[in-house]
Nanobody, 125 residues
Framework: VQLVESGGGLVQAGGSLRLSCAAS????????MGWFRQAPGKKREFVAA??????????SYADSVKGRFTISRDSAKNTVNLQMNSLKPEDTAVYYC?????????????????WGQGTQVTVSS
């Protein structure tokens, strides 16, 4: 599966951005889509994930983004979105979309086998 992120940019603290991840090569059947981020000099960290199956979906968020970020799916467009509200300067990073062929949500980047190229999010203070 090929993943392409979009929607990054520069925003002031307290503002909002919406990231999208477009998937091609397969449709979402039983899959987990995740968002990770990596700031300069830091390790890639888990942000949010959405598990997708025929009958249900589940979500998980990093503590640092709970209540501010929302992950969702648009099955018609085959995209997974990350709505980011109340952004903080510490949210500044390159954000990556990732996928794994399982409905089990994992927070380790090594558990995901498909990755996008990343999109830059910069939050100014």
């Amino acid at each position: 599966v090929q993943l392409v992120e979009s929607g990054g940019g520069l925003v002031q603290a307290g503002g909002s951005l919406r990231l999208s991840c477009a998937a091609s090569g397969r449709t979402f059947m039983t899959y987990t889509m995740g968002w990770f981020r990596q700031a300069p000099g830091k390790k890639r960290e888990f942000v949010a994930a959405l598990s997708i199956s025929w009958s249900s979906s589940g979500r998980s968020y990093a503590d640092s983004v709970k209540g501010r970020f929302t992950i969702s799916r648009d099955s018609a467009k085959n995209t997974v979105n990350l709505q980011m509200n109340s952004l903080k300067p510490e949210d500044t990073a390159v954000y990556y979309c990732a996928g794994r062929p399982s409905t089990a949500i994992r927070v380790s980047a090594s558990e995901y086998d498909s990755w996008g190229q990343g999109t830059q999010v910069t939050v100014s203070s």
